[in-house]
């Protein structure tokens, strides 16, 4: 079983903070998502990403693969049983309030055996300290566990984040290497964070015992095109000096396509064209709107032509940008 360096494979220092791990996570998820990257090693190494955001992102699993990790590094490269580490499954065993592992992944593969090796198994869903269970009663019989919950992460762009429907979803239990294929209702406008609720689709129960739930954690991938506030989306809408001064049409983008709006002659950088409701949904009310902001783009270069219009306009204009 090889040892997995997870900081590596995000390309952040041991120290890194929550922040700077999560930035990293974001570019590498955009870079490599398979919606996106079609090269054939782009699903391998994102799967890789995530299993690696799964264990960094939590304190506790963080500090546990820190102490666990390197000893299981120094076993490999000793050949010797590393200290402490019989102890591990009693650790992880004993309801010490972890929280679940992360059971299935959408790629069509599990997380690596050494994930599992670290934190696969013995304990409950979120906000449980370990497997749930339940037992007849008035008589002897055999105990029956509730299967443990397992968790997920979905990736998804902005616009798919806004619009909602449905997504077919490939996923592979790890303890026993089958995989099964959900169709997922996504909540039109949901967010980062948020978690979307399987019944059913978790670990298997013991007897009688149910299965546990699986909980998919979203995750929205950066859009270059626009950035989010609250419901509101902030975009920039680049114009030439002479649409600035004389007013004009041009294109938007909004999450469904591109609008053409009307350029207010004598527009300076910083003015805002707000396109009502088309920014991004709410669960409660209408959606917000969408700001595209003027900025004025000047030519790098100029042709003799340019220049000289250019001149008689700086010789014939009272204007002043300055008092």
């Known amino acids: 079983m090889d040892y997995k360096d997870y900081y590596a494979t995000l390309g952040v220092a041991k120290d890194a903070s929550a922040d700077e791990i999560q930035k990293a996570y974001r570019k590498l998820a955009r870079k490599y998502h398979p919606d996106v990257n079609k090269t054939p090693e782009a699903e391998n190494r994102f799967k890789e990403i995530n299993e690696a955001h799964e264990v960094l992102k939590d304190d506790e699993k963080r500090a546990k693969y820190d102490q666990f990790g390197s000893a ?59 497997p ?23 990736s998804m762009t902005l616009a798919e984040a806004a619009s909602g429907g449905e997504r077919e979803l490939t996923l592979t239990d790890p303890t026993t290497g089958r995989s099964k294929t959900l169709r997922v209702k996504i909540p039109k406008g949901v967010r980062t964070g948020q978690k979307i609720r399987l019944p059913g689709q978790g670990g298997a129960g013991r007897g009688d015992g149910s299965r546990g739930h699986l909980f998919l954690n979203i995750e929205i991938l950066p859009d270059s095109r626009f950035r989010l506030e609250g419901n509101d989306l902030h975009t920039t809408l680049p114009v030439t000096p002479w649409e600035a001064a004389l007013g004009g049409q041009a294109k938007v983008p909004t999450l469904t396509g591109d609008l053409t709006v009307k350029i207010p002659a004598g527009s300076s950088s910083g003015r805002k064209i707000r396109l009502k409701e088309k920014g991004f949904p709410s669960s409660k009310g209408p959606a917000g709107d969408l700001f595209a902001e003027i900025r004025i783009v000047v030519p790098k270069h100029l042709t003799p032509e340019e220049e000289s219009l250019f001149g008689q306009l700086s010789e014939t204009s009272e204007f002043k940008a300055r008092g």
């Open 72 to 130: 299981w590094k120094q076993a490999q490269q000793t050949g010797a049983p590393p200290p402490g580490f019989e102890d591990i499954y009693t650790v992880f065993t004993s309801g010490g309030g972890a929280q679940s592992p992360r059971g299935f992944d959408f790629g069509g593969e599990g997380f690596s055996s050494f994930f599992d090796m670290l934190f696969g198994g013995g304990f409950g869903g979120p906000g449980q300290s370990g």
């Open 132 to 154: 749930r269970s339940t037992w007849s009663t008035g008589q002897a019989g055999p105990m029956h566990h509730a299967g443990a919950d397992h968790e997920a992460s979905i």
